[in-house]
């Protein structure tokens, strides 16, 4: 049987060990710039970037004391398994939505993936109070008036499959921002909104510093909440197996008893054969007895 002991010890331990920082976790659907962002962020390229799915795993960067850039493998259709990436949102302070926007609108994985990372904070408010969906690649759409219908159009789809309204939005541009930054160009650095979305996490830092005692005690909650679930699930599984091997149990006997009666018949039917054999054998007995004493009689 799983240590489910020792994995909820870890966890605990995993949740004491994030007292004192500031976990800021990307997600959103793979190829959409989260890691792109974290690293527009950074101003440095240490999270894997590329057009095909890449980062498949957690990767944690320091950005400033005690605050970490924590970059999740985009969720997908075609992996069933997004548990690492939702480990991963539990973990956060804030959440960074990540959306590409010469995609259109957000599409039926994005709407799923925010409905289930909100599941894991406290409540909607909260949630809304610490999401920013950030949209990417934004340079095309910016100098058409397409920004502001597809901007509309991706927050009446949260309100509605979501329900949820009054979060942050940046829309960005991390190419315009590489661009910037290589070629000393400010202006590209201003379009990119790249500098809007830094201030707004970093002015926020100390607020959702100040959270964490809180965040510990939902956290440690809803381990707690999942500890026992999964032990009442286990506890269902040995029951469910105890039960079947009951039932083998009682079958087998059943079929013990019914053949042990069967021998009994056959063993009473036998004795009472037997038992009439040995009387015939008697009377044969008896009447070889009378017969020998009657040629005795008849010749001596
Ligand atoms: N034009 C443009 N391209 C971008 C922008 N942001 C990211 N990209 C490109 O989009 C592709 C995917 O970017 P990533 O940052 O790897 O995307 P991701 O969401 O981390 O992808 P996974 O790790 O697979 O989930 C890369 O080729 C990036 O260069 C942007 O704002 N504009
Ligand atoms: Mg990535």
Not at 60 to 83: C, F, H, R
């Amino acid at each position: 049987m799983k240590d489910y002991v020792k994995a909820f010890q870890d966890k605990i331990a995993a949740i004491d060990a994030d007292a004192d920082k500031v976990n800021i976790i990307n997600a959103g659907v793979m190829n959409h710039g989260k890691s792109s962002l974290f690293n527009s962020l950074l101003d440095k390229n240490v999270f894997p970037e590329e057009d095909i799915r890449t980062t498949v795993k957690t990767q944690v960067e320091q950005w400033t004391d005690n605050v970490y850039l924590i970059d999740t493998p985009g969720l997908s259709a075609e992996i069933v398994d997004d548990k690492v990436a939702y480990e991963a949102y539990r973990r956060a302070n804030v959440i960074v939505f990540v959306h590409r926007v010469d995609t259109g609108e957000l599409h039926k994985n994005g709407i799923d993936g925010l409905n289930k990372i909100k599941s894991l904070f406290p409540d909607e408010k909260f949630f809304v109070n610490h999401l920013c969906l950030v949209l990417t690649s934004i340079e095309e759409q910016n100098a058409s008036k397409n920004l502001k219908t597809i901007i509309g159009k991706i927050r009446a789809d949260i309100k509605n499959y979501c329900g949820l309204s009054g979060f942050k939005i940046f829309p960005v541009s991390n190419a315009l921002y590489k661009q910037g930054v290589e070629e000393h160009e400010d202006f590209f650095i201003e379009q990119s909104g790249i500098i809007e979305l830094r201030d707004y996490l970093q002015k926020n830092i100390s607020t959702w510093r100040a959270e964490n005692k809180a965040i510990r005690q939902d956290r440690l909650a809803r381990e707690k909440d999942d500890f026992l679930a999964q032990l009442n699930k286990e506890r269902s599984n040995v029951q469910a197996r105890i039960q079947s091997k009951t039932e083998q149990i009682q079958q087998r006997q059943k079929i013990f008893l019914q053949k042990l009666e069967e021998a009994v018949s056959f063993y009473n039917a036998d004795k009472s054969e037997y038992e009439y054999q040995d009387s015939v054998l008697d009377d044969l007995n008896d009447e070889f007895v009378s017969l020998t004493q009657r040629w005795q009689n008849e010749h001596y």
